[in-house]
T-cell receptor
Framework: NAGVMQNPRHLVRRRGQEARLRCSPMKGHSHVYWYRQLPEEGLKFMVYLQKENIIDESGMPKERFSAEFPKEGPSILRIQQVVRGDSAAYFC????????????FGEGSWLTVV | AQTVTQSQPEMSVQEAETVTLSCTYDTSESDYYLFWYKQPPSRQMILVIRQEAYKQQNATENRFSVNFQKAAKSFSLKISDSQLGDAAMYFCAYRTLYSGGGADGLTFGKGTHLIIQP
């Protein structure tokens, strides 16, 4: 049973470009979460999605960031017009649903903005 | 909103010894879940152990065990017989029991960097 799959693992973007990070949840998991980890810090919640629905985006920056989890295909975290401060590790996680179930993490995508 | 505090930025232990990592949290909820995750140099987040707040018995996974003090809102992780492979950042995390209305993810502490001395 494959785990949470994220790609790309490493992404380099110039300032002003767009970054797209993809996440395929574990088989059978319908809930996806995105977290951001800045250097030397813990993970900060960004957004929680179920298929075709954003449930909680309270951790998402108001501008330039968006997320989706379509009916078919992976979840996408999109960052438009990237700036140096967006450089971070972005972790996707999934769970089968129902609060309390363990959340399993992918290996992360490292975004570097140059 | 819930908060999780890890007061030890760094801990060091001799190989084969026992070490305890501290975690406290703040919540108004009576039922919830607590987790410890390990992040080795590879940066992957690995689940170490999980505790349901309604269970009085402390969770144990091989060399890892917790001391869950609900009244004190304390959730420490004990690692016995420390091994070099235990070297990592350790994050304590809280998850609400009640779904719906958002805030369904994990709230993390800032982490404790565990160093294993050979």
């Amino acid at each position: 049973n494959a785990g949470v799959m994220q790609n790309p693992r490493h992404l380099v973007r110039r300032r002003g470009q767009e970054a797209r990070l993809r996440c395929s949840p574990m088989k059978g998991h319908s809930h996806v979460y995105w977290y951001r980890q800045l250097p030397e810090e813990g993970l900060k919640f960004m957004v929680y999605l179920q298929k075709e629905n954003i449930i909680d985006e309270s951790g998402m920056p108001k501008e330039r960031f968006s997320a989706e989890f379509p009916k078919e295909g992976p979840s996408i975290l999109r960052i438009q017009q990237v700036v140096r401060g967006d450089s971070a590790a972005y972790f996707c996680a999934s769970s089968p649903g129902q609060s309390g179930n363990t959340i399993y993490f992918g290996e992360g995508s490292w975004l570097t903005v140059v | 909103a819930q908060t999780v505090t890890q007061s030890q930025p760094e801990m060091s232990v001799q190989e084969a010894e026992t070490v305890t990592l501290s975690c406290t949290y703040d919540t108004s909820e009576s039922d919830y879940y607590l987790f410890w995750y390990k992040q080795p140099p590879s940066r992957q987040m690995i689940l170490v152990i999980r505790q349901e707040a309604y269970k009085q018995q402390n969770a144990t996974e091989n060399r890892f065990s917790v001391n869950f003090q609900k009244a004190a809102k304390s959730f420490s992780l004990k690692i016995s017989d420390s091994q070099l492979g235990d070297a990592a950042m350790y994050f304590c995390a809280y998850r609400t029991l009640y779904s719906g209305g958002g805030a369904d993810g994990l709230t993390f502490g800032k982490g404790t960097h565990l160093i294993i001395q050979p």
